[in-house]
């Protein structure tokens, strides 16, 4: 029975094994399941409701009208029902898990092409500077992208006598040191401090917003989704420009492309010098 | 996706967006409860976004429509402030000659952060370290030397007083230079005096140059009459161009005139039993903060260093 139940068992999520663990186990206390005939049939009775998708054992629950419910089918119901929120909760932690996993990977695999591609830009830039610069035999080139930032570090031996404020008479240790912004691809002074302005509100602004021709709007479409960071929820706009109306006449898509304004309300006025976007879109889009 | 830019004030940020690229549906049926929705499904379970909710309940009848459709999604938009240290150094690894180096160049492209009234925040200044090694790896000597880098250098380049003296960190045209406190141009005589020896002052140009010491190196100083410790002093200039027909104008750039700045290049002689087999190159980068209020920094893009041997 073990090597039964673990083949079946490898066939659904570990929430729903749980749910038909409990269930069988109530089966053989209450008498409905005496023996291995029985217990088989049950369990194969669940697994074929179950499949592999997550959804209730119980999709439907008889009511009378007009009757009075007993004490038992109500426990029943309640019964099912907890076990039944317990596997959506269970679920929806695992496909929120699965996705952040699958950002991750596909953030490391655009920085990965983005390596790539940026080793390779820094070869032929190196040789079309050499071949530009007839004069010079060596060159050393850095355009501080997602490669390694080729500095020194402060272990070598010259380190103690390079980092130094000749001009002010002073070293300068390594909280000084300037940083790579990879995402911006350069070299900027190490930030001290940073402050988040707080944001109270987002809008889509019509008035300066291509208005769809058919309603596409997502579900559960919430633009304060882009208020936090990393949560599995996103916000998408969508805009669909027919081709065709009802009158047969033909479109283009607009040339300029559409156009989304986004407004962000702040709690008052604050001093910001910094924006960080995270857009999640297959296609490349202008922010302006 | 980071975007930095000056230092503003406000209560609401502006983000407009503008999307090209689509899908183009073709053969769409669209119903007030659409029973083909598989291939907008599709789209919107691709752009992170499972189950959609289209349709007009008071539609007469199904549509049949061919479209465009576009998506644009953000996970996350978030607002801050950045605070950046005064100053920040960085060094490159070494440039490794193969033989004796007779001139180095460094072409840089950088941005300095601008005020509100367009004048630079902070300032960047290059130089180069240059390590002189024999046949047998034995260190022959090592030099400093200003090297620079673009034109903005010379823009607002900070004076850095000790005392209530500073030097500039190239020899300029006299008549080029301007001495500020905070972005405010002083005045030679009231506010400043100059001089190319360190020890003696003058208030006009013309006594300047009538008692102008020989050098090399060239250096101009410039005193500072009422320092205010609190304030940022800088100098605008242009160097001086280089001239070897003219005694006065050479750019030697160390006292033993075996390195001289050519325009924007050092050139290198090296004097008998200087044996050099090979030399290393580090190139410093070197920003500094005008404004300590509000510290902001300036973003170097990219930077080629170049060396020839002889």
Redesign the interface.
């Known amino acids: 029975m073990p090597r039964y139940i673990k083949q079946f068992a490898s066939t659904m999520p570990a929430s729903q094994r749980g749910q038909v663990a409990v269930l069988l186990q109530e089966g053989g206390e209450d008498g409905t399941i005496k023996n291995f005939a029985q217990y088989k049939t049950a369990l194969e009775e669940y697994a074929k409701k179950l499949e592999t998708v997550a959804k209730p054992l119980h999709s439907v629950v008889l009511a009378k009208a007009y009757a009075m419910i007993s004490s038992w089918a109500i426990n029943d119901m309640m019964r099912m029902a907890q076990l039944d929120v317990e596997t959506v909760f269970t679920e929806v932690d695992n496909i929120n898990k699965k996705i952040d996993i699958y950002r991750k990977l596909s953030h490391k695999m655009v920085k990965d092409v983005r390596d790539s591609v940026a080793s390779l830009d820094m070869a032929i830039s190196k040789q079309e500077i050499l071949n530009s610069a007839t004069d010079y035999t060596v060159v050393q080139h850095n355009t501080f992208n997602t490669l390694g930032d080729g500095r020194l570090y402060r272990d070598a031996p010259e380190a103690g006598t390079l980092f130094h404020d000749y001009r002010k008479g002073v070293s300068m240790n390594s909280s000084y040191d300037s940083v790579i912004d990879a995402e911006r691809e350069g070299l900027v002074l190490p930030i001290t401090n940073q402050r988040d302005a707080e944001i109270t509100s987002v809008l889509v602004d019509s008035a300066y917003s291509t208005t769809s021709d058919l309603d596409v709007d997502p579900a559960d479409n919430d633009l304060t989704n882009l208020l936090i960071s990393d949560d599995g929820l996103y916000w998408v706009h969508s805009i669909l420009k027919l081709a065709t109306d009802s009158f047969g006449n033909t479109f283009l898509p607009p040339e300029q492309g559409v156009k989304i304004r986004l407004v962000f309300y702040l709690s008052g006025y604050q001093d910001i010098n910094t924006l960080r976007l995270v857009p999640f879109t297959d296609s490349s889009i202008v922010i302006s | ?22 899908t ?2 073709v053969d769409f049926t ?1 119903t007030s409860q659409p029973d083909d929705v598989t291939e ?1 499904q599709a789209l ?1 379970t ?4 499972p ?6 309940p008071d539609a007469p009848g199904p ?23 005064d ?12 033989g004796r180096i007779s ?1 180095v ?1 460094l072409e840089a492209l ?1 941005e300095k952060s601008i005020d509100q009234l367009g004048e630079p925040q ?1 300032s960047l ?1 290059f ?1 180069i ?1 240059k ?1 002189d090694y024999d046949s047998t790896d034995g260190l022959l000597g ?1 030099a ?1 030397f200003a090297i620079p880098g673009a034109s903005q250098d010379h823009v607002h380049e900070e004076l ?1 007083i ?1 005392g209530d003296v500073s030097n500039l960190r190239f020899f300029p045209l006299y008549s080029s230079v301007s001495v500020y406190r905070d972005k405010t141009e002083l005045v030679l005589g009231t506010d400043y005096q100059l001089s190319n020896d360190g020890l003696n002052f003058f208030s006009t140009l013309a006594t300047l140059q009538s008692n102008a010491a020989a050098g090399p190196p060239f250096a101009l100083y410039v005193k500072i009459l009422y320092p205010v410790a609190s304030s940022v002093y800088t100098v605008s200039y242009t160097p001086l161009n280089y001239n070897p027909n003219d005694a006065t104008d050479s750019m030697w750039l160390n006292q033993g005139r075996t390195a001289e700045l050519d325009g924007d290049v050092i050139k290198f002689t090296y004097p008998p039993g200087y044996d050099v087999a090979y030399s ?1 190159i ?6 500094r ?1 005008l404004n300590y209020a ?16 002889n």
Do not use: W
């Open positions: 996706m980071v975007i930095t830019f000056n230092r503003v004030r406000a209560n609401a940020i502006i983000l407009d967006i503008v999307q090209k690229n689509y183009e549906l669209y907008i919107m691709s752009a992170g976004v189950g959609i909710d289209i349709g007009d549509e049949y429509a061919r479209g465009y459709f576009y998506t644009t999604g953000f996970d996350y938009v978030g607002a801050s402030l950045c605070d950046y240290a100053r920040g150094i960085y060094v490159t690894a070494p440039l490794i000659s193969t001139q160049l950088y902070d200044e130089a370290f390590y090592t400093r850095v000790n290393k580090f190139l410093v980068a070197l920003m903060t509000h510290r902001e920094t300036p973003i170097v893009m990219e930077y080629s260093l170049f060396a020839a041997e």
